[in-house]
């Protein structure tokens, strides 16, 4: 177990898998890094894995990130494949991630945040796989995932996300709990519950979404992205409650003024 990681300046990927990596295969309390999180960018025809990333494999996850400056994910220029580049992700939960800038992916490959779930799932309440995520700037192709291994596969239809917080604008971005996508790798759009692990009386949900400045779909036609889950208790944009149905499974619009970003309950 690792107790604690502080460093003053950047985690830097490079071009060789788990570089610039933090992990532990048990659980991880806290990572504080002053500067940047960034991972590496691959033109290749093989992989290039776990570049710029924390991880826990194990134990009861990670307990709190703090980033003062941005995460930045690399990008994918050749026929291979580039995973986790500027990730942070948990095989059990994520208590808290604060990033002082702003989340910074991109359309071949997002920055990602996921987290399966809690080590002992709950017998009642929620299955809280993230607690907190808060971000200073804009977040910008990022993939907020709760319920999801570190390579994307659904693994906990009851897990849920407390609260998102994103300071700036969030623009062609996920925030996802419990779901199976319809249409990979793009969300809003006739996504479902999935049965994985699915406990029948938890509800995935998130409890709030607050966006200071905009939400904004991509520039490129095609893409669709979402606020998805079981249940959405709260959205806010810009200082503005959007207008939500008490209850699971009832509300599937899409978000003024974007044209390609749903809020989405499954079932």
């Not at 788990?18 to 991880?28: E, F, H, R, W």
């Not at 960018?41 to 996850?61: E, V």
């Not at 623009?171 to 709990?177: C, E, G, K, L, P």
């Not at 893409?223 to 207008?243: D, M, R, Y």
Request: hydrophobic share 40%.
């Amino acid at each position: 177990m690792i107790h604690s990681v502080s460093i003053g300046g950047s985690v830097i990927g490079g071009q060789g898998d788990y570089s610039g990596y933090i992990t532990d295969a048990q659980t991880i309390q806290s990572v504080v890094i002053g500067g940047d999180l960034i991972g590496g960018s691959y033109g290749g025809s093989s992989t290039l894995s776990y570049t710029g990333a924390i991880s826990s494999t194990a134990g009861t996850g990670i307990g709190s990130v703090k980033i003062g400056g941005n995460i930045f994910s690399g990008s994918n220029s050749g026929s291979g494949t580039l995973t986790n580049s500027g990730s942070i992700t948990s095989a059990a939960a994520i208590g808290s991630v604060a990033v002082g800038g702003g989340l910074f992916g991109n359309s071949t490959q997002p920055v990602l945040i996921s987290a399966v779930g809690q080590a002992t799932k709950p017998a009642s309440g929620a299955d809280i796989a993230i607690g907190s995520v808060t971000v200073g700037g804009n977040a910008v192709y990022a993939n907020i995932l709760a319920g999801f291994s570190a390579a994307g596969a659904n693994t906990n239809a009851d897990a849920s996300i407390a609260s998102v917080i994103v300071k700036g604008n969030l623009q062609a971005s996920n925030i996802v709990a419990g779901a199976q996508q319809a249409n990979p790798p793009y969300w809003g759009v006739g996504d479902t519950l999935p049965t994985s692990n699915n406990s029948g009386t938890l509800i995935a949900d998130i409890g709030s979404v607050t966006v200071g400045g905009l939400i904004i779909g991509s520039p490129d036609s095609g893409p669709t992205f979402g606020i998805v889950a079981q249940q959405i208790n709260a959205i806010k944009v810009g200082g503005i409650a959007l207008s939500l149905n008490s209850g699971a499974s009832n509300d599937n619009f899409v978000i003024p003024g974007t044209g390609d970003t749903y809020v989405e309950e499954v079932s």
